[in-house]
């Protein structure tokens, strides 16, 4: 886990702005989460892991990982004087200092890791205007979960922005995040294509079986304006009529 929390050159000072630190269920006090919530700072707290092994298949203590971040930089020594707070672990540079937030915050879950237990990202707390959201969306991510919306408007026959966003709002938050930061005018373009796919298809279908309905011969229809038409054939009485009435 070192290179996940720190991944960086030790500064002299030994000061950074985020942080992880472990909380015990045994040790820590009632209102612990309620002491992290009044440093009001964002907090991750992960859900409780209660089936992490270690190498050998000895199970670990139960515990919460918790990841704080501050928007000046903090020494093990402040940051210490909170896990005390907590009852929670000592703090040292090497496993508490966090380089790689993005990583910090999706080990919470080992979402990464798939040979650790896995927990939900739904059961990730936070505090402090902590987005969770934000930290699993790599490039990859983000491209499997514009794929998803693609399909559902597929299935749903939605080319409307309007629709789509409003059933993501109430009904999918990692749509809605997706639609809101990055890929809005990606969709919207593609909406207005499947639309218009659509309506050439309709139209397509429209002129075939206009031309199985009404036409003794497919040679009779031309098109015009995007749409067809029948031609008189010679001798016919369409055209005979066609002729008087001139």
């Not at 915050?105 to 505090?127: C, M, N, S």
């Not at 080319?159 to 890929?183: C, G, H, K, M, Q």
């Not at 309506?199 to 036409?215: D, F, P, T």
């Not at 016919?236 to 009529?241: D, F, G």
């Amino acid at each position: 886990m070192a290179e996940v929390r720190f991944g960086k050159t030790k500064p002299k000072d030994e000061r950074t702005r985020n942080w992880t630190i472990i909380v015990y269920a045994d040790s820590a006090p009632d209102n612990w989460r309620e002491i992290l919530a009044g440093l009001h700072v964002p907090v991750f707290i992960s859900p409780y892991h209660d089936r992490d092994v270690r190498a050998n298949g000895e199970p670990k203590k139960p515990h919460w990982h918790v990841v704080l971040c501050f928007k000046g930089k903090k020494s093990i020594q402040q940051i210490q004087a909170i896990s005390d707070q907590l009852s929670g672990t000592r703090v040292i540079w090497e496993e508490c200092a966090v380089g790689d937030l993005d990583g910090m915050v999706r080990y919470l879950v080992h979402f990464d890791d798939a040979d650790k237990a896995q927990y939900e990202i739904a059961d990730i707390e936070t505090y402090g205007g902590a987005d969770v959201l934000s930290h699993f969306s790599t490039a990859a991510d983000v491209d499997g979960t514009v794929g998803e919306m693609m399909d559902w408007c597929v299935e749903q026959g939605c080319y409307s922005f309007f629709r789509l966003a409003n059933y993501a709002r109430a009904e999918r938050p990692d749509w809605f995040r997706v639609i809101t930061t990055s890929r809005t005018v990606f969709l919207t373009n593609w909406l207005k294509s499947m639309e218009w796919d659509l309506r050439q298809q309709r139209n397509e279908e429209w002129r075939e079986s206009g031309r199985e309905k009404y036409a003794d011969n497919p040679d009779e229809w031309r098109e015009v304006g995007g749409g067809a038409v029948k031609e008189p054939r010679a001798g016919s009485t369409e055209q005979s009529a066609t002729t008087g009435a001139e």
